[in-house]
């Protein structure tokens, strides 16, 4: 039995996270919140976006892409 924590289906979310983090248009405040949020839907698909956020000159988003990305592996 799987439990659900989220009201939404959750390959809808890893979806849009996937769209948003590999948008290299977004602003860093956007980025910053999808990247820490992409460590609540730890999935291979986000690897790409989160890579993008990795290279972030932002400390902050990289950090929380650090997360992420090890929460994921």
């Known amino acids: 039995m799987q439990l659900h924590f989220y009201k939404c289906d959750s390959d809808d979310v890893i ?14 405040g956007v980025r910053y919140w999808v990247t820490q949020l992409a460590a609540s839907f730890p999935d291979k698909k986000l690897i790409n976006g989160l890579n993008i956020s990795l290279s972030s000159d932002d400390g902050d988003i990289y950090e929380a892409a650090v997360i992420a990305l090890d929460i994921i592996k």
């Open 15 to 28: 979806i849009s996270i996937s769209n948003i983090l590999e948008n290299p248009l977004i602003t860093k």
